[in-house]
C-alpha cells in the first residue's frame, strides 16, 4: 500500500475500515480510502470490484455495514443523499437519474440549492446553462422533454445539473461513456478547473485512455478491497490491468483474421434515406467480415442500425440479404430464417432486455417466435453461456440483479441462440469492465472467423480499429469516410466524425 | 406452474377462510353449503369479469370498457332471445361472445395503433357503447328474456355446484394453460413489464395487444350473458356496479398493477373473496354507507400488507 500524504491537511474524504455485505455477498470488506481536495482520483476495477458500492455510500445511497466515514477530518453519518449533498458530495451516477416526462429546465431545477418547497430560482440555471455550454451542449434546449433528447445530451444534462450543485466532492461514474471525444475533452477541461479550484474528483471510467488522460492518482479495486493507490504513470496499462483483473491479460484484443475479400455477400444496402435524416447510404457486408459504425454521437449511425433492423417507416433504398432483396418491416421478420438478422440495442437494460423477469425467459424471448427453434431447449444457449462465461445464481436469478457486463452477456447470448447470419450491434461494450470487453471482443471475433457477418457501432474508435476490417464514419446522416486497412486510424477516424478534409480521405477508400 | 403459487395469490384465500370462520360466530348458517355454494355462484359472475381483467392487467394495461361490454351483451342476447326465432335464440351467445371480441379488438386498436392511452380510450368506448344502447332502446329497459341455456349456465348446478362457478373454473384454466404454456402468454407478460424490449426481441406486440384485449371482451360479454341469465332480462346500466370490484378483485389476487406479473389463480381467490365480503357485510345489516367504509378499509388493508411485504424482501 502506497503511504498516504500525510503533510497534507485533513482529507477531504477519508472512509476507515468501510464494509458492506449484502446478505452473505460482501461488496465492500474493510476498505481504507482517502480523497484529497484538488484531485482527480480515479477508481478502476471489474464490474463486481465494489466500486460502484463505495460511490453509492459516499453519495448517501447505501450506509455501511462497518466503517466509519469522515470528512474534513469529523466523523459523519450520511444517511441519505441529502445528508450526503449537505456536504458537498454529489454524484453522477452511470445509471441516468433525469426524469423522462420533465423538461431540461425542470430537471436541472429538481434538487438545486434552494429548490425544494418555495420558489424555484432560476438563477441557479445560470451555471448549467454556462456549463452547458462549454460541453458543445448549447444546443440542448431548456424547453425540451428529456425524453426526447439522445443518450449523450442526456449525458451532458446530467453533468450540468451535477455542476450546478457546486460540489466539494463531485463522483463522475461513467459519466462520458456515451459521449463523443470531442465532447469528452470539454468535460475534462471542466474538470480539471474544477480540480484546479480545489475541488475534489472521483472519477471512474472503463475507457483506459480518460483515465489516463484526467487522474491524478488511480486506485484499483478487485473482490471488495482496495488493491493498490498509486499516481497516474507509476504503472503501464498491462500492469494495470493484471492487477485489475489478478491474472495475466496478454492482449484485450483478439488478433484480426483477415477477411476474404471475395466471401459472398451477407447484407448488402444501397442508396438507404430515411426522413431526410439519413442519405444515401450504402453498406456491404461480407461473410466473416467486422464492418464498424463510427462517428461523433446522433450523427445517423445509431438511426442507420436500427433501419437495417426494420425500425424505421418508409425508409428508401434497396436492402439484399445473400443476394435477395428484401424488404425488412419489422423486427418480428427480420430474425426470421430467411433474413437472420440479430440486433444488439444501445440501451441493454430498457431495450434489451426485461430486467424483472429470470435469466432463463429473457434468453428464450426472441428464440420463441422461430418455428425452426425450440426455445426451451437449454443447448440453444449453452454454447454461447460457456464461452462467455456469465457469472449467474441459476438461470431464474433476475437479470436485474448481474452486473451491466453480464447483462450484456445475456442479451447477446439470446440472440447468438437465433444462429443469426448478420449481426447488429449498438455500442455492445458501452459502460462494460475490461474482462467482460475482451469476452465480447473475442467472441465477435470468433463470429466471424465462422462465417457471421457483423456491423458493429462503437463509440470506441480503440474497438473499431483493432476489431473491424473496414469502418464507415457518419457525419450528418452520411458516410463521410470509409476506412479500410492502413487508413484505419485513430487520427483519420477522428477527422473523417468532424468532416475535415472529407474529400481526400474518400479518394482514399 | 408452482411459481403461480406466490404467497401474494394465497392472501385471498386466507382472507376467505378468516371471513367464512368469523362469519360464522355471528351468523352460523354462513358455514352452510347452500350458503357457500350460493356464493360460488355469485362470485362466478365477477369471475368472469376479473379473469379478463387480469389479462389485460398483466398486459400492463387496463380495460374500463368492462360495464357496457357487459351491458351489452346481456342486451343483445336478450333481445335475440326475445324474438322468439329459435335460430336467433340458439346463436344468442355466440353473438354476445362475437360482440366482446369486437369491442376488445377496438380495443386493442386504440391501444396497439393509435398509442392511445388504454384507461382513456377504454373508458370513451365505454361511453359509446352506453350510447350506442340507450339510442337503441329509447332509454328505457331493453325488451327480451333468457334463453334456457343462459339461465342454466347461470343457475344451474352440477353434482351440487354451480354450473356458473364450474364454467368460470374451466375457463381459468384453458387462459392458465394458454399463458403459462404459449407464446402468447410469454409475449403477455413480457410486454407487461417492457414492451420496447419484447418488440425489439422480434415479437409483433399489436397482435398480443389486440388478443389480450379480445379475451377480455369475451370474458367480459360472457359475464353479461350469465347476469341476464341469472336476473332473466338486461337492463340499462347492469353493469355498472362491477367495475371497481373487478378491479380490486385482479389486484387483490396479486397481480401487479403495473402489468408482468401475477396470474389468475390469485384473481380466483380475489373475487372469491370480495363476494364473500360483500354478501357478509349485507347479512350483518350494517347500513350501506358504514358497509362501503368497510369494504374500502379491508381491501387498503390487503393491499397495505403486499406493498409493505415487498419493500421487506425488495
Redesign the interface.
Known sequence: MVAQMSDMKNPLLEMRGISKHFGATKALDGVDFVCNPGEVHAVLGENGAGKSTLMKLIAGVLQPTHGQICIDGKAVFLNSPKAALSHGLVCMFQELSLVPDLTVRENLLLGAPGAGIGWLRSEALAKAQDVLARIEGKSIKMGARVADLTLPQRQQVEIAKAMMKRPRLLILDEATSALGASVVERVFDLVREERDNGTAILFISHRFHEVEALADRISVFRNGQRVETFMTGDHDYTEIINMMVGQKIEELFPAKTPAQPDAEIVLDVQNYSWDGRLRDINLRVRRGQIVGLGGLDGQGQSMFLMGL?G?LRQAEGTTAIAGQPTRIG???Q??QQAIALA?I?EDRK????????GIQ?NL???A??RADLDATDPALYAASLEQLALKHGGLDQPVASLSGGNQQKVVLA?WLALKPRCLLLADPTRGIDVKTKTQIYAILRQLADQGTAIVLLSTDYEELIQLCDETHVFFDGQVVASLADGDLTAENIIAASLNLDAKSRAAHA | MLRGLSLDSLMPYFGVVLLIIGGSFFFPQVLSADYLTQQLQIAAFLGFLATGATVVILLGHIDLSVPWILTGAAILSTALVGTGNPFLSAIAVPAALVFGALIGIVNGIGVAILRIPSMVWTLAVNSMLLGLAVLNTGGFNPKGEASALMKTMASGDILGLPVSFLIWIALCIVLAWFLTRT?FG??L??IG??E?????????TPSVVFAAFAIAGMCSALGGVMLAGYANQAYQSMGDPFLLPTIAAVVIGGTSILG??GGLFGTIGGALFITLLTSILSVMQIEDAWRNIIFGTIILVMLLFQTLRKGDTA
Not at chain 1, 430498457?350 to 423477469?357: K, P, R, S, V, Y
Not at chain 2, 420496447?196 to 409483433?204: C, D, I, M, Q, Y
Open positions: 433492423f425500425l419489422s423486427p418480428k427480420a430474425k440486433y440495442p430498457t431495450e434489451g432486455l426485461i430486467l424483472d423477469q425467459e428464450e424471448l426472441a420463441i417466435g439470446k | 407464446p410469454r409475449y407478460r413480457s413489464f417492457n420496447k424490449a419484447t418488440f425489439l426481441s422480434g415479437v409483433s408482468g406479473r
